[in-house]
């Protein structure tokens, strides 16, 4: 059931050929905890240039490019609808139609804009900026980072409530709370590596999925009414730019 769910997952949220049918995904929708097994394999991918010797900024961009290329820009375009909502005024309805729209505008433009630099600078934290960041530290904060973003895309499903009919509702629709529980049994590995490798770093990294999930639930339930595909999709992303950082930050200082 969990393998299942897991291809599910990989066929949904990245572009891996993992192939996958209705069966998957039924599995994946029922199963939350599929989405930090799934960060596993894209933070391993993503952080693979953190292993090369290469200058900081080649690693950087490379994994960059790595991690999109791994994930394709469908949660970037969650990112780029929450921010035209996020813009505009009026009410629920108002806001909704905004994020249907097939057309990028400005405050999408802008949100998806800031989070790919605040990214991009993260990467270069990571990729040892100043000698400060060791290797297997900042392989552990890449993981960290994407498995707590994944996570934190299960916090919202756990949590929230559809704000429409669509492809938010039929994962938010068939959840509960009591699925966080296998969601934190899945990212008990990240926290073991915290000893022996980011220390601190490591956890910090991998909270922020589950506090930005929070922080965007509550602008859904007083903005849209409830949680959409797209507030996934932000979640995800804005997750992962902040736990590079945050993770980073916490390792420099401690």
């Known amino acids: 059931m969990v393998l299942t769910a897991l291809r599910g997952a990989l066929g949904f949220l990245t572009r891996l050929p993992v192939g996958g049918d209705e069966a998957n995904w039924d599995a994946f929708r029922r199963a939350p905890v599929a989405f930090p097994l799934a960060g596993y394999v894209v933070g391993a991918l993503a952080a693979l240039p953190l292993?090369?010797?290469?200058?900081?900024?080649?690693?950087?961009?490379?994994?960059?490019?790595?991690?999109?290329?791994?994930?394709?820009?469908?949660?970037?375009?969650?990112?780029?609808?929450?921010?035209?909502?996020?813009?505009?005024?009026?009410?629920?309805?108002?806001?909704?139609?905004?994020?249907?729209?097939?057309?990028?505008?400005?405050?999408?433009?802008?949100?998806?804009?800031?989070?790919?630099?605040?990214?991009?600078?993260?990467?270069?934290?990571?990729?040892?900026?100043?000698?400060?960041?060791?290797?297997?530290?900042?392989?552990?904060?890449?993981?960290?980072?994407?498995?707590?973003?994944?996570?934190?895309?299960?916090?919202?499903?756990?949590?929230?409530?559809?704000?429409?009919?669509?492809?938010?509702?039929?994962?938010?629709?068939?959840?509960?709370?009591?699925?966080?529980?296998?969601?934190?049994?899945?990212?008990?590995?990240?926290?073991?590596?915290a000893p022996v490798t980011g220390g601190p770093a490591v956890v910090a990294a991998l909270c922020c999925g589950p506090v930005v999930a929070l922080l965007v639930r509550s602008w859904g339930r007083a903005r849209l009414g409830g949680v959409s595909g797209d507030l996934l999709g932000a979640t995800n992303e804005l997750a992962r730019a902040a736990a590079v950082h945050v993770g980073v930050v916490t390792w420099t200082l401690s």
């Open 51 to 193: 292993l090369l010797p290469l200058p900081i900024p080649t690693a950087a961009a490379l994994y960059l490019v790595t991690l999109y290329l791994v994930t394709g820009v469908t949660h970037a375009d969650g990112l780029a609808d929450l921010g035209d909502a996020a813009v505009v005024h009026g009410d629920a309805d108002r806001r909704l139609s905004v994020l249907k729209d097939s057309q990028t505008g400005v405050g999408g433009l802008l949100a998806f804009g800031l989070t790919l630099v605040v990214l991009a600078l993260g990467a270069f934290g990571l990729a040892g900026a100043g000698g400060r960041v060791g290797l297997t530290a900042a392989v552990a904060i890449a993981l960290a980072a994407e498995v707590g973003a994944k996570a934190g895309m299960a916090t919202l499903v756990c949590l929230g409530a559809p704000a429409h009919e669509g492809l938010g509702s039929a994962l938010v629709g068939e959840n509960s709370p009591a699925g966080l529980l296998a969601v934190a049994v899945a990212c008990l590995p990240v926290v073991a590596l």
